[in-house]
Nanobody
């Protein structure tokens, strides 16, 4: 069954770092651009970062540019999000998914994963 599993979230102090992982199964991972999204309490899910099929091109939301880095390892069917200099406003559930050329969720996997909770305290 095609699915996405996010991991690596946790509770950290402002200024700290976390590295999130997203493992995909049931599809040829290297065929797809991938992205990270997040949803904070009371807010809609928003785009955070995207990476093309080869890892040679990336794009970030203005709110995380310079602090977060997206990468991928196609041999491991895994995409990563390195988060540095975390702020309380980064607190959210983080999700991954395949994305289109415009970094919108693509209809590739059966559903969104469960996400991983990131909580940043001040």
């Amino acid at each position: 069954q095609a699915q996405l599993v996010e991991s690596g979230g946790g509770l950290v102090q402002a200024g700290g770092s976390l590295r999130l992982s997203c493992a995909a199964s049931g599809r040829t991972f290297s065929n797809y651009a991938m992205g990270w999204f997040r949803q904070a309490p009371g807010k809609e899910r928003e785009f955070v970062a995207g990476i093309n099929w080869s890892g040679g091109s990336t794009y970030y939301a203005d709110s995380v540019k310079g602090r977060f880095t997206i990468s991928r390892d196609n041999a491991k069917n895994t995409v990563y999000l390195q988060m540095n200099s975390l702020k309380p406003e980064d607190t959210a559930v983080y999700y991954c998914n395949a994305v289109t050329n415009n970094y919108r969720p693509a209809n590739v996997f059966r559903s969104w994963g469960q996400g991983t909770q990131v909580t940043v305290s001040s």
